[in-house]
Every structure is written in structure tokens, then in C-alpha cells.
């Protein structure tokens, strides 16, 4: 039988942003009148007091440390604390990003419910300590984005996008509920922790099976992460989508597809005895190498961003893989995930503003740039350097943080180091196309070099995102023990069998 706590952080956050989320739309048929500041702007309200609340109950030790695996439906623990605080920092500058965006355009009471109601799915899948509740908070993430994705109904790369995203995120939805079914025929519950008890007391014969369950789930969720070989809707969709939208695939609902393949990894760890290590480590290696040289081959913004994302699921992967042999690993993979929300998401809300500004997405039309739209090519340029790992910005730390650990690895397994020069080797791939954009925007001149009006919506988010990774970079180390007090304890965990 299900159990829920209605005082816990995770239920409070549902029935304030569910509650939001249905307000919106109300509000806009009783008014009868397009007024999308209004409905953005409590959709922003909304999400910024879901932020203070959690922050709130972090301070005042309400939450749980670690991963915890409860015997209800939800956890409330650091390790979903964690990721609802990133992801909804993702929701919020998403929503300022589409003032400017959707101004002029149809239905935005709509649009903007669906931020929200998407946000309420990827905070309860951070949360979820039960397999049915983190399949129905998966599907109130996925649902709403793809009605987003498809948002300009009169734009076929748009319709194309939505169709393509939804029919590899049916399959991938699939996928997951046959790995739930077999974790239930097997252990007789959905609970992770009692699927753990289940699975490490299971007869050999019955192995094999509980270890598909287990790839079932990766599988899954790896779809939504963006791993090779599962990646291929993922540029078609965030070139064809808004590229708002796009910030929210790549920064918000990626890392909520991580924070349910942690706990899914965790519990084939634990309950199987499983070393999923090397197979993650050479995952890790061709996903980050795959990404990185397709996205040099671009000519579309929106598509370099998307292969530049898969490239960095390979360096969380990397944290990942070595988490056993090094106390830094897992940390440093979670602050990768903090990180890459912020840098990513202003890289596609500066693209958001170039292209409602410009109409422009094509890499050669952007000469020039930053004498036309100084604020916003400074914001791109600070996200781009920062993706590479260039100090001293917030990325530079996280990646130190997941080399370090591989190299630190290295006396227990020894084909460890070779992820950190994998890494490194990557990163300075990814320096050749990130300095191509830069070498174009700042130096080669384009037609016009007039200076035009940046949205002012756009120009917020990226002061916000220019301090915050210059302001991280500077001074990581709160940032890095926020990181380490949600890394699952797996020395802890093990005692549930």
C-alpha cells in the first residue's frame, strides 16, 4: 500500500505548483483576454516560492541526508532536494526567458501551465522512492514537453520535433514499465526498497531476469538523458522545438532523467551485486567523444547545442562509473549536473534571444554578434567557456572535481585514468567548436553592426547566469558540499539486505 506524508517537501511542492498549474488556464478563459506577462508572471512567482521552499527546508534540516529509500511512495531527502532545487532554477529561467518569446503569441496561459505542471514531474521523479510513482512523475514530465516541443503548430520542423520526441519517448515509456513489471513479478512490490530486499535474496535462476529489469530501467531512462546509442531524437528536437523549450529539455528534464537512473543504478548496485563501472566507463567514453565531434560538424545553433549536451552526459557518466573506487566520483558527477542545468540553459536562452531578435540560427549569420547584441553574446560566451571547463568558471570545478576522482581511481582499477584523459582530450575538443562560435561573433564583421534592443527578459537571465557561473567558479566550495551531502550513501543503503 502506497504511503504519503502531506507535510513532506515533495507533496507540498506538488499541490503548490498543481494548484498554479491549474489556476493559469482558469484565469485566462474567465478573463477572456491574452495577457501573457500575467500568466508568466505567476508561473514565475509560483516557481520561485517552490525554490524558497525547498531552500527553506534545507536550511532549517527538515530533509533527510544522502538518498534515502523509505518504505513510501516519496523521500524527503537531500538527494531530492538537490536535484528539485536545480531543475527548478532551470523551470524559472525558462519561464523569464519566454516573456520576451512569447510576446504576441497564441494560447500563452497554456504554454506557460505546462512549464509548471512539467517542472511538478521532474521534482517528484528527484523524490520518488517507489517505481509506479516515479513512472507517473516521469509521464508528467514527458507529456507536457511534448505538447512544447510542438508549440509552433504551423512550423513543420517544429511538428517534426513533437512527433519525434514523442514516439522515442512512447518507446522509452515502454521500456520502463516492462522493467517495473519484472521488478513486481519478481519481488512481489513496486517499493525500491523493498525491491532491493527482493532482488538480493532472489534464487540464481531468477538472476538473470532481475538484471533485465534493472537494463530495462537504464534503458529508459537513458532515452531521456541522451546516451549514445539512445540519442537520436534529441538534436532533431531541440533544433525543431522553442529554443525555450529547448533550455527546458537539455537542462531540466535530462537531469531528471539522471536523478531516477541514480536510484535505479543504485539498486542494481546494492540488491545484485552489480559492477556496472566498466560498461558505464565505456558508455561514458563514446558517448562524450560522439557528441563532441558531431557537434563540430554543425551549421545550426540549437543542433551543436544539443550534440555539445550529449557530449556532457558522457562526463557525468564519468563520475558515475568511478563512484565506487573514489568518494569524489559521485560528487563530483551531482555538481557536473548543478552546473550544466545553469550553463546549458543560458546558452539556449541566449540563443532564444538571438533568434526572436534576429531570427537567426544559422552559426554563419552570427558575425558580429557581439556588437549587435553585446549582453546577450557576453551571457553565450560565458556559458560556452564555462561548458569547456575553462577556469575560472563553475564548469572548470565540476570537471576537476570528475577527472580527479577517475585519476584518484586509478590505484584501485586501472583503466580509471584513462576517463580523465578521455575527459580532458574531449574538453579540448569541445574548445573547437565553442571558439568558432566566439572567433564569429567578436572577430569577423558581419552585413550590419548596428547595435539592436535585447529583450529585456533575456538580458535578466543572463546577468543572473553570468554571476552565477563566475560567482560558483570563484567560490565553489559551498556549491561542492551541497553536492556531497546528496551523494547517495551506499555503504548505508547496503544494510537494507
Request: hydrophobic fraction near 55%; charge should be positive.
Amino acid at each position: 500500500m502506497m504511503m504519503l506524508d502531506f507535510t513532506s517537501t515533495p507533496i507540498i511542492l506538488t499541490l503548490m505548483l498543481g494548484a498554479v498549474g491549474v489556476i493559469i488556464p482558469v484565469i485566462s478563459v474567465a478573463r477572456k483576454e491574452k495577457n501573457d506577462s500575467l500568466y508568466g508572471g505567476i508561473a514565475f512567482g509560483a516557481l520561485v516560492a517552490a525554490i524558497g521552499f525547498v531552500a527553506y527546508q534545507i536550511i532549517s534540516k527538515n530533509v533527510l541526508p544522502g538518498a534515502v529509500f523509505s518504505k513510501g511512495v516519496l523521500s524527503n531527502d537531500m538527494f531530492g532536494s538537490f536535484f528539485a532545487i536545480a531543475m527548478l532554477i532551470v523551470g524559472i529561467m525558462t519561464t523569464v526567458g519566454s516573456f520576451s518569446y512569447m510576446r504576441g503569441r497564441s494560447n500563452p496561459a497554456v504554454y506557460y501551465s505546462l512549464i509548471v505542471l512539467s517542472s511538478i514531474g521532474m521534482v517528484l521523479i528527484a523524490y520518488s522512492t517507489d517505481l509506479v510513482m516515479l513512472f507517473v512523475a516521469w509521464e508528467l514530465m514527458s507529456i507536457p514537453t511534448y505538447v512544447l516541443a510542438g508549440y509552433m503548430k504551423k512550423d513543420p520542423t517544429s511538428n517534426e520535433a513533437a512527433i519525434k520526441y514523442f514516439l522515442f519517448g512512447a518507446l522509452s515509456s515502454g521500456i520502463i514499465i516492462w522493467g517495473i513489471s519484472l521488478a513486481y513479478g519478481l519481488t512481489g512490490s513496486t517499493n525500491l526498497e523493498q525491491v532491493i530486499a527482493g532482488f538480493s535474496h532472489l534464487s540464481p535462476d531468477l538472476m538473470p531476469l532481475a538484471i533485465l529489469a534493472v537494463g530495462m530501467f537504464i534503458a529508459g531512462f537513458g532515452f531521456k538523458i541522451g546516451l549514445v546509442p539512445f540519442h537520436m531524437w534529441l538534436p532533431d528536437t531541440y533544433e525543431g522545438a522553442p529554443p525555450t523549450i529547448s533550455a527546458l529539455l537539455a537542462a531540466g528534464t535530462k537531469k531528471a532523467g539522471f536523478a531516477a537512473a541514480l536510484r535505479v543504478i543504485i539498486m542494481g548496485a546494492i540488491a545484485l551485486n552489480m559492477n556496472w563501472s566498466l560498461a558505464l566507463a565505456v558508455i561514458a567514453i563514446i558517448t562524450m567523444t560522439f557528441g563532441n565531434l558531431a557537434a563540430i560538424r554543425q551549421k545550426n545553433l540549437p543542433r551543436m547545442l544539443a550534440y555539445s549536451s550529449i557530449g556532457h552526459a558522457g562526463y557525468i557518466l564519468i563520475g558515475l562509473s568511478i563512484a565506487p573506487f573514489s568518494a569524489l566520483g559521485a560528487a563530483g558527477a551531482l555538481f557536473h549536473i548543478f552546473n550544466h542545468a545553469v550553463m546549458k540553459a543560458a546558452a539556449f536562452i541566449a540563443v532564444a534571444g538571438i533568434m526572436t531578435t534576429l531570427a537567426i540560427s544559422h552559426v554563419d549569420k552570427l558575425k558580429g554578434l557581439g556588437k549587435r547584441m553585446p549582453i546577450t553574446s557576453l551571457g553565450l560566451v560565458i556559458s560556452l567557456l564555462a561548458l569547456a571547463g575553462v577556469p575560472p568558471l563553475n564548469g572548470f570545478w565540476s570537471k576537476l572535481m570528475l577527472f580527479g576522482a577517475a585519476i584518484d581511481a586509478g590505484s584501485t582499477v586501472s583503466w580509471a585514468p584513462y576517463l580523465a584523459v578521455a575527459g580532458v582530450l574531449n574538453s579540448a575538443l569541445s574548445l573547437a567548436y565553442y571558439g568558432w562560435l566566439i572567433r564569429k561573433m567578436y572577430f569577423e564583421e558581419g552585413e550590419s553592426e548596428k547595435r539592436v534592443k535585447e529583450p529585456r527578459a533575456i538580458v535578466a537571465v543572463m546577468i543572473f547566469s553570468i554571476i552565477f557561473m563566475v560567482g560558483v567558479g570563484v567560490y565553489p566550495d559551498p556549491f561542492i558540499q551541497f553536492a556531497k551531502s546528496a551523494v547517495p550513501a551506499l555503504t548505508t543503503l547496503s544494510t537494507i539486505h
